[in-house]
């Protein structure tokens, strides 16, 4: 779930260039979590606690880098001109890719092509998480 929500918010949001403040429930509508931006175009996740989980940040190059509560660096995401979304490990080795079809659906693969989930934003705003199967995971709004 936290790569869906860091090419997400990080790569998709932070285009806006604005502040903003989104909440993350799971299948059941209970909130898992949030997710803030400051006016530099940093975004910080937080738990259901309000205890910061990590930071995402993107560069002048399109590279978005996430980090750990702790500051480490826990990998990087970079989008091509086609609008495809490639994920790097901390090591820069790649971890997946995320596509979005012209109906708005985003598909994410693994480092094999193998389908590992989708999401879609509705016309309200609220973005639905689905697994490989097309089941309801969870959603942000």
Not at 50 to 72: C, I, L, P, W
């Amino acid at each position: 779930m936290k790569k869906f929500l860091t090419v997400l918010f990080s790569v998709l949001f932070l285009s806006a260039n604005v502040c903003f403040g989104i909440n993350s429930y799971d299948a059941y509508g209970q909130k898992t979590g949030s997710y803030k931006q400051d006016s530099s175009g940093r975004i910080t996740e937080y738990d259901s606690y309000g205890r910061k989980v990590g930071t995402y940040k993107t560069n002048s190059s399109g590279v978005t880098t996430s980090y750990d509560e702790y500051g480490r660096k826990t990998g990087s995401y970079k989008q091509d001109s086609s609008g495809r979304i490639t994920e790097y490990d901390s090591f820069g080795r790649k971890v997946g890719t995320y596509k979005t079809n012209s109906s708005g659906v985003t598909t994410s693969y693994d480092k094999y092509g193998r389908k590992t989930g989708s999401f879609k934003k509705d016309s309200s705003g609220r973005i639905t998480e689905y697994d490989r199967y097309g089941r309801k995971v969870g959603s942000y709004r």
